[in-house]
């Protein structure tokens, strides 16, 4: 590797950034791309634009709502809790969900839910309809309640993106650890790799001053309300900010950071059982795209582009976000935005990523 590649990657993402900025895609944006340089990582950082709201300029510091990419890192430790011996990966699910004994769910396992294999839906408005008070445990029961019964055995072992079976196992680890799902991932996760002042549950932060370079996620009709330093996902929020599905906030290195540390792992740079987790999680399996924790290229129209390796694994957030791993190049891209301050509709990201991780890859080959 030499200069000009991290100068390429530079020039392509702040084009990128400005163009997505200008067009709509998003009020501004911060990026981060990893590339191993034989001996150490080196990062690469864009943006571009303003947080929304106000005339603040996005900064390589400013927070965003990581939405689903939460789902990644409470996999993560999901694993490293199964490699403890804390948390059977192959367990019923009504061992440690008793609720869900003699429903369909409860014959399942968390390696099921957590590759999304389960049968549970996709998504449901829980909040919608609740009556207790939000984040409360007679809240956190009543979703638990409502969720377990929405399965649909035939669905078993096809690929059926699902929060409800995020919302499900960050339950379960939680039980399982005997301590709250926020503290299972910091510990087994962003402390381990030094994040955690970068990478968080943002319910998990008392403290208010961290919202302050948080980027608005607009206007929630269901509470009335501007979010800003709060999960914009409603689920989430009236779960208590803290799920397994949503609810992490951070910067762009920091999410850089943790798909370099897999990336690492995959490349055999970071131990035997380190190097046996992540292959795990990512292995293909049968019935769809999704892995454990992460998805797969799809062979036509993916949001991670044409040219990204068949071997890399990534995900998506709704807030605006991404994180794509490319294990061969050695290559992590990281696109943060907040794309629902302008409308939960705007869907012109859909056109935007494809577009600028191909952008990201040909600066780096060179092409």
């Known amino acids: ?30 990026a981060c791309v ?25 900064g390589t510091d400013t927070l965003y709502d990581l939405a689903s990419l939460t789902k990644p890192w409470v996999a993560m430790a999901a694993l490293r809790l199964h490699q403890a011996g804390v948390f059977d990966l192959g367990a019923r699910v009504d061992e440690l969900i008793p609720e ?5 769910v409860g ?3 968390w390696e099921q839910m957590l ?11 829980f909040y919608e309809t609740l009556s207790a008070e939000p984040g409360s445990d007679a809240a956190r029961a009543w979703i638990l309640a409502e969720l377990l019964p929405r399965s649909d055995a035939t669905k078993v072992g096809t690929s059926v993106y699902s929060d409800l079976g995020y919302i499900l196992a960050g339950v379960a680890m939680s039980r399982a650890a005997g301590r709250p799902l926020d503290q299972v991932v910091a510990q087994s996760v962003a402390s381990h790799l030094g994040l955690d002042d ?11 001053g961290w919202k302050a370079r948080c980027a608005p996620t607009g206007w929630s009709p269901w509470r009335e309300r501007i979010l800003v330093g709060e999960v914009h996902d409603d689920n989430c929020a009236a779960f208590g900010g803290v799920a397994g599905h949503a609810g992490m906030f951070g910067v762009a290195r920091g999410v850089a950071m943790f798909g370099a540390a897999c990336v ?19 292995a293909v399996r049968p019935g769809g795209t999704h892995r454990l924790g992460w998805d797969g290229r799809s062979a036509e129209g993916s949001a991670a582009g044409s040219l990204i390796d068949a071997d890399a694994f990534g995900h998506l957030g709704f807030t605006g976000t991404s994180l794509w791993c490319d294990p061969r190049r050695q290559l992590v891209v990281v696109l943060l935005t907040n794309r629902v301050a302008i409308s939960d509709d705007n869907a012109a990201i859909r056109a935007f990523r494809p577009a600028f991780h191909d952008a990201v890859i040909c600066a780096f080959d060179g092409n």
């Open 107 to 109: 014959a399942r396992n």
């Open 264 to 282: 690492g792992a995959w490349r055999g740079r970071r131990g035997a059982s380190e190097e046996e987790l992540i292959r795990h999680a990512t």
């Open 115 to 125: 590759s999304h294999r389960s049968g549970l839906e996709a998504w449901v408005p």
């Open 34 to 58: 990893a590339l191993w340089r034989g001996e150490a990582w080196s990062y690469v950082d864009g943006v571009a634009g303003t947080r929304a709201g106000d005339l603040t300029a996005v």
């Open 198 to 208: 970068t990478v968080f549950f943002g319910a998990s932060r008392p403290e208010s």
């Open 1 to 30: 590797m030499t200069a000009d590649v991290s100068t390429r990657i530079e020039r392509a993402l702040q084009q990128q950034l400005e163009a997505g900025r200008e067009s709509g895609v998003f009020p501004g944006a911060s």
């Open 100 to 104: 869900a004994g003699g429903l369909s």
